[in-house]
């Protein structure tokens, strides 16, 4: 089946405390979002991979491709409202068809071709998959009267990205209205009474959103070197 990817890369970095976007932050010289695409295109050099960037960022994007001589194929998508309208601009561009079309975040360049063969295969044949890590810290539920309460971590997974889905699935979801609740694509797909299936997923796939994780993602290339 033919491969699509959607890169969810709308980030304003408010949380990084910079000027710059995190997406298009440098990680031991080279921008988040480039380390992010070539992680996809060396698992799967035939996997179609389209780029949800907000319009005013796509200019700097291009030219940052230009001095970094950034060459992996791409297409470029107008990132909307919220990521609910990103992922659907994104999806326009997926020709309708029998494939099979994940949606990563832009920010997240350390997920593992195992991963990534993994989540593919499985939607493949559950229609809807997504990767899961375990909860390893203590969990506390508050309550609506006040205080708060412990409750089992193991009935509890943390979910990563790709979230994968056959084409023709996530394009029916996509069609269904914006509400809130919409956090990610699974709870797009389950609103319309499909299940989704979980995989594990690797623990240094994090989403880099602060600085710290700046400084976690420059220990995990250091020790790829």
């Known amino acids: 089946?033919?491969?699509?990817?959607?890169?969810v890369a709308g980030g304003k970095g408010l949380r990084m405390g910079g000027c710059v976007p995190k997406q298009f932050l440098p990680v031991k010289g080279k921008p988040v979002l480039m380390r992010t695409l070539e992680t996809f295109r060396s698992c799967d050099n035939e996997m179609e991979l389209i780029v949800v960037l907000p319009e005013e960022q796509q200019p700097y994007w291009k030219r940052l491709c230009l001095e970094y001589g950034f060459h992996v194929p791409h297409k470029v998508a107008s990132g909307g409202e919220t990521r609910f309208h990103s992922v659907k601009n994104g999806l326009s561009l997926v020709p309708d068809s029998d494939g099979i079309?994940?949606?990563h975040d832009g920010v997240r360049p350390f997920v593992s071709p195992e991963v990534i063969v993994e989540c593919y295969r499985q939607a493949e044949v559950k229609g809807a998959v997504?990767?899961?890590?375990?909860?390893?810290?203590?969990?506390r539920h508050l309550l609506p009267e006040g205080g708060s309460e412990t409750v089992s971590r193991s009935d509890y997974k943390l979910v990563q990205t790709p979230q994968v889905f056959t084409v023709k699935l996530l394009k029916q979801a996509y069609a269904q209205d914006y509400v809130p609740q919409f956090t990610d694509d699974?709870?797009?797909v389950e609103a319309l009474g499909h299940s989704v299936c979980l995989v594990p997923g690797?623990?240094?796939n994090i989403k880099l959103t602060t600085p710290f994780d700046l400084k976690i993602a420059e220990a995990l290339l250091e020790t790829d070197d």
């Open 130 to 139: 997504i990767p899961v890590v375990d909860v390893v810290e203590t969990v």
């Open 202 to 204: 690797n623990r240094e």
């Open 101 to 103: 079309v994940g949606v």
């Open 186 to 188: 699974a709870s797009v």
């Open 1 to 7: 089946m033919k491969k699509y990817l959607i890169v």
